[in-house]
């Protein structure tokens, strides 16, 4: 819901890493993995409880990954790129929701589960909407220098990185936030798959 302004906001300071990474031959991929496995460290600093160390590592994957478009605005977008990119962030937000899971199992597994369940429906909807959008040549006003069509709604990449930080944050309040979150997620998959059917409907006539 935030994102698009969000983007305007960091498109000057990102830019400018971004070219200062060019100069030292370093690309839009390397930046995307680099970022991933940096985030995905952020599991056993959950599981161990150190929580601080975890927001530490999920935001710099989170920078990682609005340099990693930055530096392919500057250089060559590629479909590679784009889907690597998105293929990894739906993986990181699903295993930070995890390890939560593991550290708190008895407390934390069924709201965590249905989260990750709630991520399925908003991911779901989210990029069977982009293949048909492509196919139809539908456009993306929000976000037209992304790789693929991006559907808005109200849970997009800012609030779910707001909740993956509120958890490290406030640990022990995790089923209360994954679960409003969740609910927040369903309505989000719920106006996605509406507005997505009835649109593509549309391009018939």
Not at 72 to 94: K, M, N, Q, V
Not at 97 to 123: K, Q, R, W, Y
Not at 134 to 144: A, C, L, V
Request: proline share 4%; charged share 15%.
């Amino acid at each position: 819901m935030i994102d698009p302004l969000l983007n305007r906001l960091l498109k000057k300071p990102l830019c400018s890493l971004a070219k200062q990474l060019i100069k030292r031959g370093i690309n839009a991929d390397t930046v995307t993995l680099v970022g991933f496995v940096i985030g995905m460290l952020a599991i056993p600093a959950i599981i161990f409880d150190h929580y601080f160390l975890a927001l530490c590592l999920i935001l710099l994957n989170r920078l990682g990954d609005g340099l990693d478009g930055a530096i392919a605005r500057e250089t060559a977008p590629s479909d590679a790129g784009g889907f690597l990119d998105i293929t990894l962030d739906f993986i990181f937000y699903s295993a930070i929701v995890f390890a939560f899971i593991c550290a708190n199992p008895i407390e934390n597994a069924v709201a965590g589960s249905f989260l990750m369940l709630s991520f399925m429906a908003t991911g779901g909807s989210f990029l069977a909407f982009a293949i048909m959008a492509s196919k139809h040549g539908i456009d993306s006003p929000n976000y037209p220098q992304k790789s693929l069509h991006y559907m808005g709604g109200l849970a997009e990449g800012f609030e779910t990185i707001l909740v993956l930080c509120l958890f490290c944050l406030f640990p022990t309040h995790f089923v209360l936030i994954a679960s409003v979150f969740a609910l927040i997620c369903w309505l989000t998959a719920a106006i996605r798959i509406w507005v997505g059917y009835h649109t593509l409907l549309a391009t018939k006539d």
